[in-house]
């Protein structure tokens, strides 16, 4: 074991029981269990002290260990009501689990049948042969994509674009680590730019909603594409520098011709329903994750995709995914993401100051917790001081809402921030040090631009 993993797994353990040995005032029992684990877990994945998989499934054991009501951990007398142990090892079949199988199901079929260096034929002709422009290329079409359907189904689908491209370069070309990272990146990008690009979005403008405000679809796109766009270009300039390309172009076959076997017929058939479904799901509302079982099934029933297959996907993703939604879980109910929000004084803050540690925690909590959960715990608490005089009426309202909304979709720093980012590990071209490098970078300069959007151009469009 290197230095740094063992430097990771004393910080690790030290981290793990200091809430056991320190008491936080106003959190409860079971959330000091639940902040030990987070410690740990925080601390595995970021130095990989070991591999970022088990710590999940770490994580999930500790849980029902500590945490459920077949644990060893009697909470009797305490508010805490412990969880049945299988609402954290459901998370492995989680819904988001689901469309990510069905994400990986289509883009391995994709590379057996050569339908991904068929559609990176027609996808990157515009933007030529210079990587930083395919680069460029990829996060345009990631981010427009993700703009209007689930980032998640779009990074899944964009995955198979890239996998030839990555293939065509040296093994040591720091751009592979760049591309890999430019999908999950555009993706989380381009879903703010509409009300359904991403949930976060969604809780905000429902919560508006009811407290009277009508936040139009035209009307959010005005508010948050510029800074979509921005970011996206902005993005790719930090993964250009950060990883340069070694070879100024990459010698891309874009002529070629679609197989047209019986099995390659079926998977250019399901691909199209099943993206077209995942595109149009706010007009039929049929959940994507739904939709993700139509290729499973389709393309297993008919052989096109065989048990030798099914043994090559990328498992050990899905369990890296579902530690973060079960660690989301522990985190909300045993009230440490309430508490955590709470320790803050915010009517101690004047009102940039305000905006900015909004801006601040939304990342830093999104970035462990699903960025869904995180902007339904902090904007009940913005109507709360919009309410309680504290920032003043609508415009206050919709500004905090846009600051909440947009800063959690800037969690970019590690794996489990969100699936985009986990998808980008399962390629292998990257380590979690490098989403933590470009990802902090990105999420930084991000949270500038709310903020100065919040001074320069929202205020105008109120």
């Not at 990989?48 to 029902?64: A, K």
């Not at 996808?123 to 930083?132: A, C, D, E, N």
């Not at 959960?373 to 919709?398: D, F, H, K, N, Y």
Request: aromatic fraction near 10%; charged fraction near 10%.
């Amino acid at each position: 074991m290197s230095k740094v993993k063992w430097v990771g797994m004393l910080l690790g353990l030290l981290g793990f029981c200091l809430p056991l040995l320190v008491t936080f005032p106003g959190l409860s029992l079971a959330g000091h269990f639940a902040m030990s684990i987070f410690l740990l877990a925080a601390i595995f994945w970021m130095f990989e002290t070991i591999p970022i998989y088990s710590t999940s499934i770490l994580v999930i054991l500790s849980q029902v260990v500590f945490l459920s009501s077949q644990g060893f951990i009697d909470y009797s007398g305490t508010i805490y009501s412990p969880l049945d142990y299988t609402e954290f090892l459901s998370t492995l079949a989680d819904p988001i689990i689901i469309l990510f199988l069905g994400g990986f199901v289509l883009a391995d079929a994709s590379v057996k049948y050569d339908f991904d260096k068929s559609m990176t034929r027609y996808l990157l002709r515009p933007f030529g042969s210079q990587t930083k422009f395919i680069m460029l290329g990829l996060m345009i079409v990631t981010g427009f994509l993700s703009a209007f359907m689930s980032n998640t189904a779009t990074t899944a689908m964009m995955i198979t674009v890239i996998l030839p491209i990555i293939a065509k370069m040296e093994p040591g070309d720091p751009a592979r680590i760049g591309i890999a990272l430019s999908i999950p990146f555009a993706a989380n990008i381009g879903g703010m730019a509409t009300p359904i690009g991403t949930p976060p979005n969604a809780v905000v403008i429902a919560a508006l909603n009811n407290q009277g405000m009508n936040v139009e679809f035209s009307s959010w796109m005005i508010y948050a594409a510029p800074l979509a766009i921005v970011m996206l270009f902005i993005t790719w300039q930090i993964l250009i520098r950060l990883y340069p390309p070694a070879m100024d172009a990459i010698s891309l076959n874009l002529e070629g011709k679609l197989k047209t076997s019986r099995d390659a017929l079926i998977l250019y058939g399901t691909f199209a329903v099943t993206v077209l479904l995942w595109v149009t799901e706010s007009f039929h509302g049929i959940k994507s994750a739904i939709v993700a079982l139509i290729p499973v099934t389709v393309l297993t029933l008919t052989s096109t995709f065989r048990k030798e297959d099914i043994r090559k996907l990328p498992w050990e993703v899905l369990w890296l995914i579902a530690g973060g939604i079960s660690l989301g879980i522990s985190m909300k109910e045993t009230g440490l993401a309430e508490w955590m929000v709470s320790a803050i004084s915010w009517d101690q803050f004047g009102y940039l100051a305000l905006l900015a540690v909004f801006a601040l925690v939304a990342l830093a909590m999104s970035n462990f917790l699903s960025n869904t959960v995180t902007a339904s715990l902090l904007i009940p608490l913005a109507i709360t001081l919009v309410t309680s005089g504290i920032l003043q009426g609508t415009a206050g309202m919709m500004m905090i809402g846009l600051v909440i909304a947009l800063g959690s979709s800037f969690a970019m720093i590690l794996p489990i921030s969100t699936p985009p980012n986990a998808i980008a590990v399962s390629t292998g071209m990257l380590k979690t040090k490098n989403m933590i490098t470009a990802g902090l970078i990105v999420g930084l300069i991000g949270l500038g631009f709310i903020l100065l959007l919040s001074m320069i151009y929202w205020p105008y469009l109120m």
